[in-house]
């Protein structure tokens, strides 16, 4: 019949529907996850995108975070040996200043120096997993480098960032200049002067050279050739009082010397002569003299004494070897000042780094709060409600029994049992 025939072709179909929506139950709760297909639901899909965009974005941020975190915490590693490095520089600058030590152990300090500088210089070029130098700024190559004339910076004074999303820029490292200084106010500078002050001729000199009531006072070579006019600058103090005094060193000086120091007199009590030899300046005083603070010349500070002071008679006899002055910035005093301020710099460096660290963990936890708020937001759309699931199935697996029993009875029917 052609009822009978529709009939079993509509039940049959049902059937098939019933089994499809039935294995897709059974093989969502096998794989734990809700159909992925866009048609099943379109508004879920395109939420679904949108989460899984911001997660991958959340993704990228952590790996980029945790980078720039591995790079500061080879940056602290590097400052903690530095400022180790900086109070060792600070004791030897203080050994250094006392003179009863012998040769041998002003010689043992100068080299304890030198390798002190060498391991500085190699913290200072320490470099990141990729490679890429911590205090360089955004420069490529070694942060610096050592030289005829000491240890130069080839970076940039540009601090290193990272993007952690929108507007989240974080400084991960600082430019060695402003970690390690720059010129003569440069660790390497201050390490270089250290060296400098424990080798002859500056270990001989003194940091103030005087003599009573009769000296010979006597300037190097001009330091930028003969007829240069080089000017250094010395604090003169006499019996009335002290005196800042310009000399012009060179040959051809001794005359502007003895007017420089003359011109001062009134307020020193010092008188100076020019001494027969044309190079020598005798100095008179009705008492002690000093001299010290050599500063210049001007064109950069001297490496080495340029001015030395003798104990005559008033036959110009001279009385002991002449004492050559230390530089001002070669001083032991100012040394030691120096390096102390390094030790205090070197400390707020390592609290700026410390600071960018805290800085950056505090973005790194947020971006992981925000991932576990995604995953649970994806976990909610994508993830299958299981008990949902199984009262689902049980449901359909009960009424395809019942349908299927049904059909049994009533496709098993057979005219006679209409007729009866």
Same mark, same amino acid.
């Given at each position: 019949?052609?009822?009978?025939?529709?009939?079993?072709?509509?039940?049959?179909?049902?059937?098939?529907?019933?089994?499809?929506?039935?294995?897709?139950?059974?093989?969502?709760?096998?794989?734990?996850?809700?159909?992925?297909?866009?048609?099943?639901?379109?508004?879920?899909?395109?939420?679904?995108?949108? #989460?899984?965009?911001?997660?991958?974005?959340?993704?990228?941020?952590?790996?980029?975070?945790?980078?720039?975190?591995?790079?500061?915490?080879?940056?602290?590693?590097?400052?903690?040996?530095?400022?180790?490095?900086?109070?060792?520089?600070?004791?030897?600058?203080?050994?250094?200043?006392?003179?009863?030590?012998?040769?041998?152990?002003?010689?043992?300090?100068?080299?304890?120096?030198?390798?002190?500088?060498?391991?500085?210089?190699?913290?200072?070029?320490?470099?990141?997993?990729?490679?890429?130098?911590?205090?360089?700024?955004?420069?490529?190559?070694?942060?610096?480098?050592?030289?005829?004339?000491?240890?130069?910076?080839?970076? $940039?004074?540009?601090?290193?960032?990272?993007?952690?999303?929108?507007?989240?820029?974080?400084?991960?490292?600082?430019?060695?200049?402003?970690?390690?200084?720059?010129?003569? $106010?440069?660790?390497?500078?201050?390490?270089?002067?250290?060296?400098?002050?424990?080798?002859?001729?500056?270990?001989?000199?003194?940091?103030?050279?005087?003599?009573?009531?009769?000296?010979?006072?006597?300037?190097?070579?001009?330091?930028?050739?003969?007829?240069?006019?080089?000017?250094?600058?010395?604090?003169?103090?006499?019996? @009335?009082?002290?005196?800042?005094?310009?000399?012009?060193?060179?040959?051809?000086?001794?005359?502007?010397?003895?007017?420089?120091?003359?011109?001062?007199?009134?307020?020193?009590?010092?008188?100076?002569?020019?001494?027969?030899?044309?190079?020598?300046?005798?100095?008179?005083?009705?008492?002690?003299?000093?001299?010290?603070?050599?500063?210049?010349? @001007?064109?950069?500070?001297?490496?080495?004494?340029?001015?030395?002071?003798? !104990?005559?008679?008033?036959?110009?006899?001279?009385?002991?070897?002449?004492?050559?002055?230390?530089?001002?910035?070669?001083?032991?005093?100012?040394?030691?000042?120096?390096?102390?301020?390094?030790? @205090?710099?070197?400390?707020?460096?390592?609290?700026?780094?410390?600071?960018?660290?805290?800085?950056?963990?505090?973005?790194?936890?947020?971006?992981?709060?925000?991932? #576990?708020?995604?995953?649970?937001?994806?976990?909610?759309?994508?993830?299958?409600?299981?008990?949902?699931?199984?009262?689902?199935?049980?449901? #359909?697996?009960?009424?395809?029994?019942?349908? !299927?029993?049904?059909?049994?009875?009533?496709?098993?029917?057979?005219?006679?049992?209409?007729?009866?």
């Amino acid at each position: 019949m052609i009822t009978d025939a529709l009939f079993t072709q509509q039940a049959i179909h049902g059937f098939i529907r019933q089994d499809r929506e039935i294995a897709d139950l059974q093989e969502q709760l096998s794989s734990g996850l809700r159909d992925p297909r866009v048609s099943a639901d379109p508004a879920r899909a395109m939420e679904l995108a949108a #989460l899984r965009d911001l997660q991958s974005d959340m993704a990228t941020q952590t790996v980029i975070g945790r980078t720039a975190a591995d790079r500061l915490a080879l940056a602290d590693a590097a400052l903690t040996e530095v400022a180790d490095g900086v109070r060792e520089l600070y004791l030897i600058s203080l050994q250094a200043a006392n003179d009863t030590l012998t040769r041998e152990a002003h010689a043992a300090l100068r080299v304890q120096a030198e390798t002190l500088r060498n391991s500085l210089l190699s913290n200072a070029n320490a470099t990141d997993p990729q490679g890429r130098p911590l205090f360089s700024g955004t420069a490529p190559g070694p942060a610096f480098v050592l030289g005829p004339e000491g240890v130069s910076y080839q970076g $940039d004074t540009a601090a290193t960032v990272v993007q952690m999303g929108g507007q989240a820029k974080l400084t991960t490292a600082l430019p060695g200049t402003r970690v390690f200084g720059e010129g003569q $106010d440069s660790i390497f500078a201050l390490l270089d002067d250290l060296v400098r002050g424990l080798s002859e001729p500056v270990l001989s000199a003194r940091d103030t050279v005087q003599a009573l009531s009769y000296a010979r006072l006597e300037l190097a070579p001009s330091v930028g050739g003969a007829g240069a006019g080089d000017t250094i600058t010395v604090t003169l103090e006499g019996p @009335e009082g002290r005196a800042d005094i310009a000399l012009t060193l060179g040959a051809g000086g001794q005359a502007a010397q003895v007017a420089a120091i003359n011109a001062a007199s009134a307020d020193t009590g010092i008188q100076a002569q020019a001494m027969a030899d044309g190079v020598g300046i005798r100095l008179l005083a009705a008492g002690m003299m000093h001299v010290s603070n050599q500063t210049g010349p @001007e064109e950069g500070l001297a490496r080495r004494p340029l001015l030395t002071l003798a !104990q005559i008679t008033d036959t110009d006899h001279i009385m002991h070897a002449p004492v050559a002055l230390r530089p001002a910035h070669l001083a032991s005093a100012t040394l030691i000042g120096r390096a102390s301020d390094t030790v @205090e710099h070197m400390a707020e460096m390592r609290a700026a780094i410390g600071a960018m660290g805290k800085a950056l963990d505090s973005r790194i936890e947020r971006i992981a709060d925000t991932r #576990l708020t995604l995953d649970k937001a994806i976990s909610r759309l994508q993830d299958v409600n299981v008990a949902e699931a199984i009262t689902r199935l049980q449901t #359909l697996l009960l009424n395809q029994q019942a349908a !299927q029993q049904s059909f049994v009875k009533i496709t098993g029917r057979s005219l006679f049992d209409y007729l009866r």
